[in-house]
């Protein structure tokens, strides 16, 4: 069992950049792959991104590929989105998930959910 909780979403303007944070629980954090995914209002959820259990692999969805970094720190049971040059469609509430072992690109492949943190991207 894992829980999740993001944090450090917020309202800025485009073209800033703002880092999300996902606390991880449980004493097997690194046997996890993680990702990030979002959904904007009446939209489906999406993909952002994934990262492997020991960080070594990372993807992204093309949407965000060149301007957010997923990262994790296994001691510290930490996920991590660095979203840089943010524009007005990236405004959406931002999920982290896991699952076990491997990454993947969809929703329903993550067994762990968090609540989610609202980024809100004015032009």
């Known amino acids: 069992q894992v829980q999740l909780v993001e944090s450090g979403g917020g309202l800025v303007q485009a073209g800033d950049s703002l880092r999300l944070s996902c606390a991880a629980s449980?004493?097997?954090?690194?046997?996890?792959?993680m990702g990030w995914f979002r959904q904007a209002p009446g939209k489906e959820r999406e993909f952002v991104a994934t990262?492997?259990?020991?960080?070594?692999?990372?993807s992204y969805a093309d949407s965000v590929e060149g301007r957010f970094t997923i990262s994790r720190d296994n001691a510290k049971n930490m996920v991590y989105l660095q979203m840089n040059s943010l524009k007005p469609e990236d405004t959406a509430l931002y999920y982290c998930?896991?699952?076990?072992?491997?990454?993947?690109?969809?929703?329903?492949?993550?067994?762990?959910w968090g609540q989610g943190t609202q980024v809100t991207v004015s032009s």
């Open positions: 998930a896991a699952r076990q072992r491997f990454t993947s690109s969809r929703d329903g492949a993550y067994d762990y």
């Open positions: 449980g004493r097997t954090f690194s046997t996890y792959a």
């Open positions: 990262i492997s259990m020991l960080g070594g692999t990372t």
